[in-house]
């Protein structure tokens, strides 16, 4: 192999930008961002001709050169964050954005972007105003508590109360309750991270009453309550609630802080799922204040939201690190928008996309699976698919151990292997998130959305053809 052959057909950076296809780029996007680029690919095409072992593929690389320069230019401003289509039934998929926002919360969104909102102005006073009004009242009337706030996840939530009522004293949780919700974050950690003391009560299978009472002191600053919201304990158990922990609190004046975690604000035993305890449940139990997530069973955005008495609602807010964990006016705006559909609750399922997908009916979602196949064999899309009962999931550490009865469509490819169409699905232009079970593709239909259907097969043509 002559590789001083190959060295001389490098072509020369300044002769590839004088071509017409690269300065039709370099009037896109600028000579010194596709300089780089070009710049970046002839030194792959470099190290290509030193180290490759076998001509064809040096050969291969000269001749693919135009291409990659084209993709890495293009490739590098297309956005990273990008719309994927759902198809692994998980409704609150946190790899996949958790919950889904409704398009008239979009359009709303879209409007906040590009113009300037009241966020921290009153408009019926001419001055300055604060950024929780425009939700306080909304949240304060569907969960009876006296005052609201929010921040920007409920981890957020949970360390912003603690660093607020505990710092420098003793919190009292049950071992039963020492969780940790995924990204290594746990209760013990966040504690200490809070600057406060955590004293752990009773076992991991049984807590009892007596086990709070004995370790009050001088030093106790609050009392935590974690719903495990992401598994269970079954058998030999024993726990104290909130309601049964009240009298103690009481006598001596020590708070209930709860950690809900998933946010429900609506029994979801009318959708046929277990029940979740409610966030009005907390405070009507005494919780004096109680946090959870924006967007898991809420069915909003990312937020931490923290509600319960006004004394200590009002401490929070002046704590300097609410300023650090705050949420923006797009945060704000969508979860006005979502708390007031949940005021007018009547025809909330078809509102709310989280809730809708816990409640659509099967056969409803067996129609859409139809729709899908249909269109299959109407593009007459290469392969073996079929429509197969599936079993979808609510995701997000939410109701671990419940399935709901979906349809999927079940594809097995005839040229590639599954694995392969896996890959190219994912990598599309509108990215297909599915599983792989028994070498077929599953596509379930209860994460899927009607106007995504044709989305779908434009991708499956991509990646066949």
């Given amino acids: ?38 710049r970046l690919e002839v030194e792959n095409l470099r190290k290509c001709v030193r180290e490759e072992e076998e001509e064809s593929r040096i050969e291969q690389a000269f001749s693919s050169l135009y291409s990659r320069i084209t993709e890495r230019i293009e490739g590098d401003v297309k ?7 759902n198809a692994t039934g998980t409704i609150l998929h946190t790899n ?63 360390l912003l109360i603690l660093s607020t009522l505990a710092k420098g004293g003793e919190v009292v949780v049950s071992r039963g309750e020492l ?29 009892h009453y007596r086990d709070y009472v004995e370790v009050v002191t001088e030093n106790t600053k609050a009392f935590l309550k974690v719903h495990t919201s992401n598994y269970k304990i079954c058998g030999f158990t024993e726990s104290v609630e909130a309601r049964e922990l009240k009298p103690l609190s009481l006598e001596t004046g020590i708070p209930i802080v709860e950690d809900l975690g998933s946010g429900v604000l609506l029994p979801l035993e009318k959708y046929g799922l277990p029940h979740e305890p409610t966030v009005q449940e907390a405070i009507e139990a005494g919780v004096d204040v109680v946090c959870f997530s924006g967007d898991k069973l809420l069915g909003g955005p990312q937020a931490g939201i923290i509600i319960g008495k006004k004394e200590y609602i009002d401490q929070m807010k002046k704590n300097p690190l609410t300023r650090a964990l705050r949420v923006d006016k797009l945060t704000i705006t969508a979860l006005e928008l979502c708390f007031l559909e949940y005021l007018k609750e009547e025809g909330i399922e078809e509102r709310i996309p989280v809730l809708r ?101 434009e991708t499956f043509q991509e990646a066949l053809y």
Wanted: charged residues 30%.
């Fill in 1 to 38: 192999m002559d590789r001083n052959a190959f060295f001389r057909r490098i072509p020369k950076i300044d002769n590839i930008l004088e071509e017409e296809q690269i300065l039709s780029f370099i009037q896109d996007y600028g000579l010194s961002y596709v300089t780089d680029c070009v």
């Fill in 79 to 85: 956005p990273k964050l990008r719309k994927v289509i």
């Fill in 96 to 158: 996949l954005g958790r919950a889904l926002l409704s398009p008239k919360i979009g359009q709303e969104l879209a409007k906040m972007l590009s113009s300037y909102s009241n966020l921290e102005y009153d408009l019926e006073k001419g001055e300055r105003g604060e950024r929780y009004s425009h939700i306080k009242d909304s949240i304060c009337k569907i969960t009876g508590a006296e005052d609201a706030m929010v921040v920007n996840n409920n981890a957020s939530a949970v």
């Fill in 179 to 207: 969780v940790e919700i995924g990204g290594k974050f746990r209760i013990p950690d966040v504690c200490a991270a809070s600057g406060a003391e955590m004293r752990e009560v009773g076992t991991t299978n049984k807590t």
């Fill in 357 to 457: 997908m816990l409640s659509e009916e099967q056969s409803v979602v067996k129609r859409r699976g139809e729709a899908l196949l249909h269109l299959f064999q109407k593009e007459s899309i290469p392969g073996e698919y079929s429509l197969q009962p599936s079993k979808a999931q609510v995701g997000g550490g939410s109701l671990p151990d419940t399935y709901m009865d979906s349809y999927a469509v079940v594809y097995h490819p005839e040229k590639l292997s599954v694995s392969q169409l896996e890959a190219r699905l994912r990598k599309g232009k509108t990215p297909i998130i599915g599983r792989i079970w028994e070498d077929d593709y599953w596509m379930d239909l209860r994460t899927i959305q009607e106007e995504e259907l044709n989305e779908i097969i």
